[in-house]
């Protein structure tokens, strides 16, 4: 990320914890960005939702939102957006919860300083690029499970609506599996017996 330009919203009504993270971003010269702020959650969803913001510093005592519910309310409405909480409670329970609601990150203000907030936004930035990821390759995957109803005899699969297919454009249509045709031992031996025999006497 070195030398990259990143765009920051801090949501927090603050204005001198606003300031203060103002200046300790200014002393990172490996991080060039931009400080945004919102000084209400409904102002800060708003500047979100017109893009162009990399990561969101979040406070959780706002004057129109306060607690764990601050979060949730900006990821419902943010998915992907990654989110450091920013705060003056040192609750380790509210962080473990946070965390576990998608926050990157819980940074206690009275504990910050420059190397931990600039650490914890560059893990917060490609932490939530790396999720972006796989949930991407997680949509892109498809499976078969449960029963699949196929023929005794000439192995076609019936489908859920009755129709009946040969296996392999079954799997194909279900996966992302591909096939290569061959023809197995058995199979030679029973279709092309005579090309068989003569092969064995040369």
């Given at each position: 990320?070195?030398n990259?330009?990143?765009t ?9 914890d ?5 200046e ?25 939702e ?37 705060t ?24 910050l ?68 045709h ?21």
């Amino acid at each position: 990320m070195n030398n990259q330009s990143i765009t920051i919203l801090y949501i927090e009504d603050n204005a001198a914890d606003v300031v203060l993270v103002q200046e300790m971003l200014a002393d990172e010269p490996n991080l060039i960005c931009v400080l945004e702020n919102s000084p209400r959650l409904a102002a800060g969803m708003e500047r979100l939702e017109a893009g162009g913001i990399d990561l969101t510093l979040l406070d959780l005592s706002l004057p129109d939102s306060h607690g764990l519910e601050t979060f949730l309310a900006l990821k419902n409405k943010m998915s992907g957006m990654p989110v450091i909480v920013m705060t003056g409670t040192d609750d380790e329970a509210l962080a473990v919860k946070a965390v576990q609601a998608g926050a990157q990150d819980y940074l206690v203000k009275r504990h910050l300083d420059t190397n931990l907030l600039v650490r914890a936004i560059r893990y917060a930035i490609e932490r939530e690029k790396l999720l972006a990821s796989l949930r991407q390759a997680s949509e892109q995957i498809k499976t078969l499970k449960g029963f699949i109803p196929i023929c005794a005899s000439c192995k076609n699969v019936r489908d859920d609506k009755g129709f009946w297919h040969q296996v392999e454009s079954y799997i194909s249509k279900h996966s992302d599996a591909e096939f290569s045709h061959g023809i197995c031992p058995d199979c030679a031996q029973k279709l092309y017996p005579d090309f068989l025999t003569k092969r064995g006497t040369e």
